[in-house]
């Protein structure tokens, strides 16, 4: 059985509760950020202090684009090249964030579309693992 390795250490990760994108949060004023910054950037904010938080799994698809040519490196995909759906997504936590649609109809996507985080499979590495990220599929 393949192993699962995800495409980038860090950004997300399975909790009890299911997958959420890990980043952090000031603690003054409660700015979130993903991924993690190791300050605030809010410029009426002084406080230095800022910790981790995770968010998901709700949001809503804010736009989205068809990619139908295969992208260049680093970009990952399987061979053959099939087009999918990037999204930007407002999560209920006040991110945009952009991620990959989970879907098999790419003609159904519509702006607004009530959306959840999930980690799936992205591509299969050269030793036979599946490379996995965090992607949102409709709800
Ligand atoms: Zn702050």
Same mark, same amino acid.
């Given at each position: 059985?393949?192993?699962? #390795?995800?495409?980038? %250490?860090?950004?997300?990760? %399975?909790?009890?509760?299911?997958?959420? /994108?890990?980043?952090?949060?000031?603690?003054?004023?409660?700015?979130?950020?993903?991924?993690?910054?190791?300050?605030?950037?809010?410029?009426?904010?002084?406080?230095?202090?800022? %910790?981790?938080?995770?968010?998901?799994?709700?949001?809503?698809?804010?736009?989205?684009? #068809?990619?139908?040519?295969?992208?260049?490196?680093?970009?990952?995909?399987?061979?053959?090249?099939?087009?999918?759906?990037?999204?930007?997504?407002?999560?209920?936590?006040?991110? =945009? #964030? $952009?991620? =990959? #649609?989970?879907?098999?109809? /790419?003609?159904? $996507?519509?702006?607004?579309?009530?959306?959840? /985080?999930?980690? %799936?499979?992205?591509?299969?590495?050269?030793?036979?693992?599946?490379?996995?990220?965090?992607?949102?599929? /409709?709800?």
């Amino acid at each position: 059985m393949s192993k699962q #390795i995800p495409v980038v %250490e860090g950004l997300f990760a %399975e909790t009890a509760a299911g997958p959420r /994108l890990v980043g952090s949060k000031c603690s003054g004023c409660g700015t979130p950020y993903f991924p993690r910054s190791p300050v605030c950037h809010n410029p009426d904010c002084r406080d230095q202090r800022v %910790e981790d938080a995770t968010f998901g799994p709700r949001g809503t698809l804010w736009s989205f684009t #068809i990619q139908h040519y295969a992208p260049p490196p680093p970009v990952k995909y399987d061979q053959p090249f099939q087009p999918y759906a990037l999204g930007l997504v407002d999560l209920q936590e006040g991110l =945009r #964030i $952009l991620g =990959r #649609i989970s879907t098999d109809n /790419l003609e159904t $996507l519509k702006v607004g579309t009530p959306v959840e /985080l999930v980690v %799936e499979k992205l591509c299969t590495a050269a030793d036979g693992n599946d490379v996995t990220s965090w992607k949102f599929k /409709l709800v």
